[in-house]
């Protein structure tokens, strides 16, 4: 039996509009027991403490899940440092104390693997967090997910709230961010690939290919995110992934196959790897009774069809 049950709740999901958030939406209303409660930024700005407590005091949801951050890849953490660190501190900040304020029963917080060590052992267990240095080319990212980790187990511990945080894999799927300027690694790919497709040109790669990545679909986070609320309740957070990995080279490859695209790859050696491996040790999350089900062409190739029907740029 869950030890919380989402059922008749009234549920923030915070950040409905990006991929995760998205996600959990379609997962809640699936399941079609609960009430979804939606406020994009022309509702209330997470950034701003006076309207996300006015906006939760009006509200007065059960449970919250918080997706809501801003998120992107290599390139944008680099260039734009201050705004993922303040942003993202902001948004959980503002919003994990209002939930505290109104007595919120439940609240998930989403991270990031990106919070553990450059050179954690593999794969990644939990107890990892705050052992070495973190990859500089996310630590902004980085440090504002692990303040929020540390928000919530102090609310837990001095106030009693069960707030609790989740940190996911790389993640991908419907709704995924394909501009080439702010985009993760496979959606750049499925967009590079495409691109080559159209044109007959050559893709080329940042790195060397080697890294090797966890990439988990975002419909196997949402259901594990379903679960978690319900049946987990403690002070350490709790990693969410599929526990395998792949090459980059190996990514790229899986991702031409999908797409259609024969034109092979250039690797750009003089571009960062960034962390040489990152998979996670999902123990913890499967010893509560959780699998994933989505593997990666069959989850490369929903997203491609997404991508076609949905992306300004597809065409």
């Given at each position: 039996?869950?030890?919380y049950?989402l059922?008749?709740?009234r549920i923030?999901v915070?950040?409905?509009r990006?991929?995760?958030?998205?996600?959990?939406?379609?997962?809640?209303?699936?399941?079609?027991?609960?009430?979804?409660i939606?406020?994009?930024?022309d509702v209330?700005?997470l950034?701003?403490?006076?309207?996300?407590?006015s906006?939760?005091?009006r509200e007065k949801?059960?449970?919250v899940i918080?997706a809501?951050?801003k998120?992107?890849g290599i390139?944008?953490?680099?260039t734009y440092?201050?705004?993922?660190?303040?942003?993202n501190?902001?948004?959980?900040a503002?919003?994990i104390?209002a939930?505290?304020r109104e007595d919120?029963?439940k609240l998930?917080?989403?991270?990031s693997?990106?919070?553990?060590?450059?050179?954690?052992?593999?794969p990644?267990?939990?107890d990892?967090?705050l052992t070495?240095?973190l990859?500089p080319?996310?630590e902004w990212?980085?440090?504002?997910k692990?303040?929020?980790?540390?928000?919530?187990?102090a609310?837990?511990k001095?106030?009693?709230r069960?707030?609790?945080s989740a940190?996911?894999?790389?993640?991908?799927?419907?709704h995924?961010?394909?501009?080439?300027?702010?985009?993760?690694?496979l959606?750049?790919?499925i967009?590079?690939?495409h691109?080559?497709?159209?044109?007959g040109?050559?893709?080329?790669?940042w790195?060397?290919?080697?890294?090797r990545?966890?990439?988990?679909?975002v419909?196997?986070?949402?259901s594990?995110?379903v679960?978690?609320i319900?049946n987990?309740?403690d002070?350490g957070?709790l990693?969410?992934?599929i526990?395998?990995?792949?090459t980059?080279?190996?990514?790229?490859?899986?991702?031409?196959k999908?797409v259609?695209?024969?034109g092979?790859?250039?690797y750009d050696?003089?571009?960062?790897?960034?962390?040489?491996r990152k998979?996670?040790?999902?123990t913890?999350?499967?010893?509560l009774?959780?699998a994933p089900r989505i593997?990666?062409?069959?989850g490369?190739?929903d997203?491609?069809?997404w991508?076609l029907?949905?992306?300004?740029e597809a065409?």
């Amino acid at each position: 039996m869950a030890i919380y049950s989402l059922t008749g709740k009234r549920i923030w999901v915070a950040g409905h509009r990006g991929m995760v958030g998205a996600a959990v939406v379609r997962a809640l209303e699936a399941r079609g027991d609960a009430t979804i409660i939606k406020a994009g930024r022309d509702v209330v700005d997470l950034k701003d403490q006076a309207a996300v407590r006015s906006w939760m005091k009006r509200e007065k949801p059960d449970a919250v899940i918080l997706a809501a951050a801003k998120v992107g890849g290599i390139l944008a953490n680099a260039t734009y440092p201050a705004d993922y660190l303040y942003d993202n501190l902001m948004i959980e900040a503002n919003v994990i104390e209002a939930a505290h304020r109104e007595d919120v029963g439940k609240l998930l917080f989403l991270g990031s693997t990106c919070i553990y060590p450059k050179f954690a052992a593999q794969p990644i267990n939990e107890d990892a967090l705050l052992t070495g240095e973190l990859e500089p080319t996310n630590e902004w990212y980085a440090i504002a997910k692990i303040a929020g980790i540390k928000l919530c187990q102090a609310y837990r511990k001095q106030y009693g709230r069960d707030f609790i945080s989740a940190m996911p894999t790389n993640l991908y799927g419907p709704h995924d961010n394909f501009d080439l300027k702010s985009s993760h690694v496979l959606p750049a790919l499925i967009r590079k690939v495409h691109d080559a497709k159209l044109s007959g040109g050559k893709v080329t790669i940042w790195g060397s290919g080697t890294p090797r990545r966890e990439f988990m679909h975002v419909d196997d986070l949402a259901s594990a995110l379903v679960f978690i609320i319900e049946n987990y309740s403690d002070h350490g957070h709790l990693n969410v992934g599929i526990g395998e990995d792949v090459t980059i080279r190996e990514l790229a490859e899986t991702a031409a196959k999908v797409v259609g695209y024969q034109g092979g790859f250039d690797y750009d050696s003089t571009k960062p790897d960034g962390t040489p491996r990152k998979c996670t040790d999902n123990t913890r999350l499967r010893g509560l009774g959780w699998a994933p089900r989505i593997g990666l062409e069959d989850g490369i190739a929903d997203t491609y069809r997404w991508f076609l029907e949905n992306w300004k740029e597809a065409a």
